[in-house]
């Protein structure tokens, strides 16, 4: 006597196919789970057995065994509770055999027989839709696994309902898609008085998905013009938003199913530990820079940050991608996001003004400013001071641009990106741009190659740091419509490069 069911087990963003073999052979009466599972997999014979019995279900004084293949793989998390009963239930020839073996299941068993929402059934729905298969899942997650829209998505509150879907009685109509979850909480770019020079460099951070460094005193708006930047951002496309959404799945942020098409903004505290940051854990879960993917990543008082955790940015910042390596899982994770960090010129953060600076100025700017590596800041694409706000400003009425024109401008440059790469695989924006494809676009005219000599013989500008500066005069040519990348391109775009002394 033997059934089978499908589920999934998760390293990181990937779902892949588990076969849950259960047995019933003669012998003492025992219920085992073998295929390397972990404590919580383990304990599901438990909620099995008390969902069983909620449901006056007896199990046989038998040897019952369930087997999860492949072996050899991790498994991990309660959402298998659902398709080792499930497997049970056929073996017991409760419900259909073929019915069973055509359904992938995830959800948690409560010991009345309730179904409790499990995180990742996004990505779940993703793999049964290519293994052609219908998905089992609480009525919870049901809204969320609708989303993909290529397969059968059943949702019952709890296991009876799976039974009398199953055998017929009471059959469950097909989950549908959550609702799109709208943003009512951006702020206008309007409310920023003057920083009219920081606000331009956040316009094309946004154009081109360039990483931005806003050094300023205290109070000089750093903090509200980042806050601003999600209210210039185009949203999210329906393949952008459907990768977001299956990282924010996995760490179990999607509210009632619904999906976002406003672009992800995390701001993390300057305390948070390098896994918060970069991923890990127990389950080698996403960090912020991965839950910012497609979207934009605040880091506020930035020299404040570890140093573990600001050289662990390096890599994922050039390759947009983040391995969280553990001794029992290594996982990928996608991390294309802005960064836009936040500092202060000195500890003090008055460096500039000679009435209340320290006397340890410019010493202690220095020493506060190299907490940055050389190699972390010729990462960072735009670097723009913030000066103070003169009081005579404050008093003045707004006159800056709206949110609503810059991200206009925004939308038509990232719209002739979206056109010049088409076709291009992983290459989205300016910022992807590499080797043989940057040269193709983004060679400046002539008077733009005399001025990028001169200035990298003159401030001595690494390799990385003058292809940086090549994306961001593509950029500011595609904001100024021009197929070109003019001399005046190349000239702004080397404005934001903070010269230090390391560099």
């Given at each position: 006597m033997s059934a089978r069911s499908y589920t999934v087990a998760f390293e990181g963003v990937d779902a892949h196919l588990v076969e849950v073999q259960c047995a019933i052979t003669p012998g003492m009466p025992a219920f085992s789970i073998v295929?390397?599972?972990?404590?919580?997999?383990?304990?599901?014979?438990?909620?099995?057995?008390?969902?069983?019995?909620?449901?006056?279900?007896?199990?046989?004084?038998?040897?019952?065994?369930?087997?999860?293949?492949p072996a050899d793989l991790p498994k991990e998390g309660s959402h298998f509770d659902l398709p080792i009963a499930i497997a049970l239930l056929a073996v017991l020839d409760i419900i259909p055999k073929d019915a069973a073996e055509t359904t992938l299941a995830l959800g948690e068993l409560s010991l009345d027989g309730t179904l409790i929402p499990v995180t990742g059934a996004l990505p779940?729905?993703?793999?049964?839709?290519?293994?052609?298969?219908?998905?089992?899942?609480?009525?919870?997650?049901?809204?969320?696994?609708?989303?993909?829209?290529?397969?059968e998505v059943i949702a019952p509150l709890g296991l009876t309902e799976a039974l009398r879907h199953f055998t017929g009685q009471t059959p469950i109509s097909?989950?549908?898609?959550?609702?799109?979850?709208?943003?009512?909480?951006?702020?206008?770019?309007?409310?920023?008085?003057?920083?009219?020079?920081?606000k331009r460099a956040l316009e094309i951070a946004a154009a081109g998905r360039h990483h931005l460094l806003l050094i300023g005193t205290p109070g000089s708006g750093k903090s509200m013009l980042a806050?601003?930047?999600?209210?210039?951002?185009?949203?999210?496309?329906?393949?952008?938003?459907?990768?977001?959404?299956?990282?924010?799945?996995?760490?179990?942020?999607?509210?009632?199913?619904?999906?976002?098409?406003?672009?992800?903004?995390?701001?993390?505290?300057?305390?948070?530990?390098?896994?918060?940051?970069?991923?890990?854990?127990?389950?080698?879960?996403?960090?912020?820079?991965?839950?910012?993917?497609?979207?934009?990543?605040?880091?506020?008082?930035?020299?404040?940050?570890?140093?573990?955790?600001?050289e662990t940015l390096r890599q994922p910042i050039e390759t947009g991608r983040v391995l969280v390596s553990r001794a029992n899982a290594h996982v990928s994770y996608p991390c294309k996001f802005s960064l836009i960090a936040a500092a202060n010129p000195c500890r003090c953060g008055f460096m500039?003004?000679?009435?209340?600076?320290?006397?340890?100025?410019?010493?202690?700017?220095?020493?506060?400013?190299?907490?940055?590596?050389?190699?972390?800041?010729?990462?960072?694409?735009?670097?723009?001071?913030?000066?103070?706000?003169?009081?005579?400003?404050?008093?003045?009425?707004?006159?800056?641009?709206?949110?609503?024109?810059?991200?206009?401008?925004?939308?038509?440059?990232?719209?002739?990106?979206?056109?010049?790469?088409?076709?291009?695989?992983?290459i989205r924006t300016n910022a992807d741009l590499q080797g043989k494809q940057l040269e193709e676009v983004a060679t400046p005219d002539a008077e733009g190659r005399e001025l990028m000599l001169m200035a990298a013989e003159k401030f001595n500008i690494t390799t990385r740091g003058y292809h940086r500066i090549l994306r961001i005069s593509r950029t500011i040519a595609d904001l100024d419509e021009s197929p070109e990348v003019l001399g005046p391109h190349v000239a702004e775009a080397l404005s934001y490069r903070i010269v230090r002394e390391n560099e």
């Open positions: 295929g390397l599972p972990d404590k919580a997999v383990s304990e599901a014979r438990e909620r099995i057995r008390a969902a069983m019995n909620a449901l006056a279900i007896a199990l046989p004084s038998k040897r019952i065994t369930v087997n999860l293949s779940a729905a993703m793999t049964a839709a290519r293994e052609n298969r219908r998905l089992l899942c609480p009525a919870a997650s049901g809204p969320e696994a609708a989303w993909v829209g290529a397969t097909p989950s549908q898609p959550g609702e799109v979850i709208k943003d009512d909480s951006l702020k206008d770019l309007r409310d920023v008085k003057s920083q009219y020079r920081a806050a601003r930047m999600p209210s210039i951002l185009p949203p999210l496309t329906p393949e952008e938003a459907l990768e977001t959404s299956m990282i924010h799945s996995i760490a179990g942020l999607l509210d009632q199913g619904g999906i976002s098409r406003a672009r992800p903004f995390r701001e993390p505290h300057h305390t948070a530990s390098m896994p918060a940051i970069v991923g890990g854990g127990r389950r080698a879960q996403p960090g912020e820079i991965s839950l910012a993917h497609n979207g934009v990543l605040f880091m506020d008082e930035f020299p404040e940050f570890t140093r573990n955790v600001l500039y003004d000679p009435a209340q600076a320290c006397a340890r100025v410019p010493v202690c700017g220095k020493e506060y400013l190299d907490r940055i590596s050389g190699p972390l800041m010729d990462r960072l694409d735009l670097r723009p001071e913030v000066p103070p706000v003169e009081f005579q400003d404050l008093d003045r009425p707004a006159d800056g641009e709206t949110s609503a024109t810059v991200a206009a401008r925004v939308a038509r440059a990232l719209v002739f990106q979206s056109k010049r790469f088409a076709g291009a695989g992983d």
